[in-house]
């Protein structure tokens, strides 16, 4: 049975741990505060969040940093929510 | 070494595209602020207590349950109640379980399907814990995981991993080292660092040489 | 709560689209009953919008590893245990 991106116990990367610390960005914080915020009032929860992250292509996920991977499913779990409307962002980041 | 697929609706991803990723989360702020999605304070309230977490509450609820049995197993029977005991925030997870660490067992924590953590006890998970690799192996080469993190456990001690998948978060006692038997609470708890509840870990008390 | 501790349980090994938290390496293997969660609301339902309700039965499961991987290098009795949802468990033969 093949895996979805997200299922990894036991899933092989030929890695080693790499044991790297680093201290989170002002956007990782914040990204993970938006993720709170949206389900403090109601809009999106924690499940969403993983659906979101698990919608990923494969290499995108594999590459994609943790909160990379956040903004992502935020991203498509607002846009299907009509939260956001498709290209806002882009447009927004843009301007 | 990125690919650009310009019909996807999701800005590009790229190793080391900081900037880009930092905008992008901040433009998503600031247009859900502006919609009315969220309240810029809660934000502000949700970084703040981001911040505020450490592995020094985790630590605190294993020293008092290393110090007094009797808050031992009732750490052991709901240690999100325990924790409020102690004036500690459990965090939003409805049930908090602490694993205790013996001379025959010995627990570790892992979430292969993301990164489920007791971050109100511990503070923000490392990345390490985040990565496939640990994801990985933490659950189907758990001891090769502990000898490279520098744990070697006694020949007949049983491993026992514990993959994350609902709504509990998982909290390792560790063991109270040897030499530690004079030491005070507050002592204590100074030796018991984040990996060691996470079971990466064990605690061991200074030498008799190091102490004042 | 159908089960009880010390039951052994088979995990499903069904194919399921969509959203759900029972890691395939454990799809297809019989564990013991370690611990009885109580009810909780269901993310396969609720990783869609839904409150997740009505609250699902859930259960920590404990494996032993040699059980779980072939190539399994540790002691006989090392063990992994996961939270697994009710209706991904049936009683093992």
């Known amino acids: ?95 | ?212 | 709560m159908r089960f009880g501790v010390g039951e052994r349980v088979l995990i499903a090994a069904r194919a399921h689209e969509g959203h759900h938290r029972t890691p395939g390496y454990l799809k297809g293997k019989v564990g013991t009953i370690e611990h009885a969660h109580g009810a909780f609301t269901n993310p396969e339902t609720r990783a869609y919008g839904t409150d997740g309700l009505p609250e699902q039965p859930l259960y920590l499961v404990g494996f032993l590893q040699r059980e779980v991987w072939p190539e399994y290098r540790g002691r006989a009795d090392d063990r992994i245990y996961a939270d697994l949802f009710e209706h991904w468990l049936a009683k093992a033969r």
């Not at chain 2, 949700?46 to 911040?51: E, S, Y």
């Not at chain 2, 814990?129 to 933490?138: D, E, F, G, T």
């Not at chain 2, 030499?179 to 061991?204: F, H, K, N, W, Y």
């Open chain 1, 1 to 95: 049975m093949e895996r979805a991106v997200h299922d990894r116990g036991g899933w092989s990367t030929g890695s080693a741990i790499d044991r790297t610390e680093h201290e989170l960005a002002d956007w990782e914080l914040l990204t993970d505060a938006l993720v709170g915020a949206l389900g403090r009032e109601g809009v999106m929860n924690v499940d969403e969040l993983r659906r979101g992250i698990e919608s990923m292509p494969r290499d995108a996920y594999e590459r994609a940093s943790y909160y990379e991977r956040w903004l992502y499913s935020l991203e498509t779990i607002l846009t299907e929510k009509g939260i956001l409307a498709p290209g806002e962002l882009d447009q927004r980041v843009a301007g």
């Open chain 2, 1 to 212: 070494m990125s690919e650009h697929d310009h019909d996807h609706p999701h800005a590009p991803i790229a190793d080391g595209d900081e900037p880009a990723t930092a905008a992008r989360a901040r433009a998503l702020a600031e247009l859900l602020i502006f919609k009315g999605v969220v309240r810029r304070e809660d934000v502000r309230q949700m970084i703040d207590w981001l911040v505020s977490r450490t592995a020094a509450d985790g630590a605190r609820l294993v020293a008092r349950a290393w110090v007094d049995p009797e808050f031992k197993q009732r750490l052991l029977a709901d240690a999100r109640a325990a924790a409020l005991e102690l004036g500690l925030d459990p965090g939003p997870s409805p049930v908090v379980m602490a694993v205790e660490n013996t001379q025959a067992v010995h627990h570790m924590v892992v979430c292969t399907l993301c990164s489920c953590y007791p971050r109100a006890l511990l503070g923000p998970p490392p990345d390490w814990y985040k990565s496939l690799p640990y994801r990985s192996r933490a659950v189907s080469d758990p001891r090769g995981v502990l000898t490279e993190f520098g744990v070697e456990l006694d020949g007949d001690v049983e491993l026992r991993v514990l993959d994350s998948t609902a709504d509990i978060r998982y909290l390792v006692i560790p063991l109270r080292p040897p030499g530690s038997e004079e030491m005070t609470e507050q002592l204590l708890a100074a030796l018991v660092t984040r990996d060691a509840m996470i079971g990466v870990a064990q605690p061991v008390a200074p030498t008799p040489a190091s102490v004042q």
